[in-house]
């Protein structure tokens, strides 16, 4: 932690800024009291310091960290268009002094150009850019955004946000496999038959149209924080938690990722809701919502199964799904283990492959395992080892403040894991959009589509 870092936040009046960063940033400084922070407001629209500040206040109230606006310096709003050269010197020149982290909470081609615009000259050495989802629109956008940044700053010092899975949920998922002889050896084709990475949310659309109508739930999540998580959880085990070890690991899983047999067309799906009652609320038709266009097509839940092409995960189907509007909202990873080679004649009922369930925020683990006994020894039944792994994804947007505020770039997303993310899921986007795929309905409230029996869904049963 420095106390000279100054976070400049571009994009400081945004949705981003007053729902996300700023209550995190007040959690975070609410939590450690040696930390301080200079914070410096920008965007093109005028917002006058008594409202940036206010903003600030009110947003540290959201996380009941009032108390923590004495450790925050407040250094001018600065009024200026960040795409151009002149906007970005203001900007950078309003930071003063010290360790300068410059947040880009704005619209990504907004903040594409404003990084072209960024003179590197202008930019003390101990810059951090930080930058958020989605990350360039293709994979050849995504690879000229990286030349750009590359061209300002190593590597380490770019921040490509995924605030989806905190530290700690990372490190929960990473610890119970490698720290226990009882699922090191499984975490394997050779035992598990499949993995599903379900992010299910009740919540419609919620004014965001602007943003998700162009995205749909295919770029939104599976492109940029589900394929993150299959890479934590099908890397190889690395040597270190360290940065390069952790990142290099991820990276080999994601260049060795694509859709299952090649084929986007019997491997995808894609939906959007209809009206219904979710959670009490009752939502109209995706179609129906303000500020959206039907004819772009726009899949509210998307599911999508993919194959990692190395010895230890041949074969095994990866299911990745998100929607929005559902009845069963979850946030989970599923591996299901094959059933045993063979049972013992002489037991009664089923014998299903065992089921390991990381559900995230607050994170929990669940083992379910067959087991007999009770009034007849011979019959086997379905029990469930639980155990609480504490809040991790709840707390997942003050860690990456903090990590980006010390300079740990170990859970931020790699350049080339950006590119490969893209890249992946291409194929999908080509079938989809020359109509390969047929957009299904789905009512809100409900899990999905009945037709799709065969996905992560399923997986909520086991
Ligand atoms: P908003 O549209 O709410 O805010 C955009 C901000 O960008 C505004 O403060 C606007 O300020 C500023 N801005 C736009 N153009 C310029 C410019 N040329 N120069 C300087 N500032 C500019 O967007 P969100 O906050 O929702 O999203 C921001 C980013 O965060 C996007 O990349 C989004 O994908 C990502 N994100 C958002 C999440 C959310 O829940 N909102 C969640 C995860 C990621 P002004 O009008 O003053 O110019």
Partial sequence: MNERTTLVIIGASGDLTSRLLLPALGQLLLDDPHRRVRLVGAGSSGLDDEHWRTRVHQAFA?????AALERVDFGDYVTADATTAEGMRQIVGAAGSGRLVLYFAVPPAVAA????????????????LALEKPFGTDEGSAEHLNAVLHELLPEESVFRVDHFLGRSTVLNVIGVRTANRLFEPVWSASDVESVAIRFDESLGLEGRAGYYDHAGAMVDMI????????????????ASLDEADLRDATSAVLRATRVRDGDPVANSHRA???AGDVDGRTLPSYVDEEGVDPARQTETLAEITFEVQTARWAGVPFTLRSGKALGDAAMEVVLRLRPVRHLPGGFTGEAPGSVLRFSLGPDRLSIGINVNGGDD????????????????????????????????????????????????????RQAWAAGKVPLDEY????????????????EKTA
Avoid: K
Avoid at 116 to 128: F, G, H, Q, W
Avoid at 230 to 236: K, N, Q, S
Avoid at 450 to 458: E, F, H, L, Q, Y
């Fill in 272 to 274: 959007r809701y209809t």
């Fill in 443 to 458: 009512a809100v409230g409900s899990s999905g589509p009945s037709s799709w029996r065969d996905g992560a869904s399923t």
């Fill in 113 to 128: 150009s404003a990084c072209a615009a960024i003179e590197s000259s202008d930019l003390p050495d101990d810059t951090v």
């Fill in 62 to 66: 959201t996380a009941g960290a009032e």
């Fill in 377 to 428: 020894p011979f019959a086997l039944h379905r029990a469930t080892l639980d155990a609480d792994l504490g809040l991790g994804t709840q707390r997942a947007y003050a860690e990456v403040i903090a990590s980006i505020l010390d300079h740990e770039p170990a859970l931020s997303v790699r350049g080339d894991a950006a590119e490969q993310c893209w890249r992946i899921v291409e194929p999908v």
């Fill in 223 to 238: 492109q940029s924080h589900l394929l993150q998580v299959l890479a934590i959880v099908a890397m190889e085990p690395p």
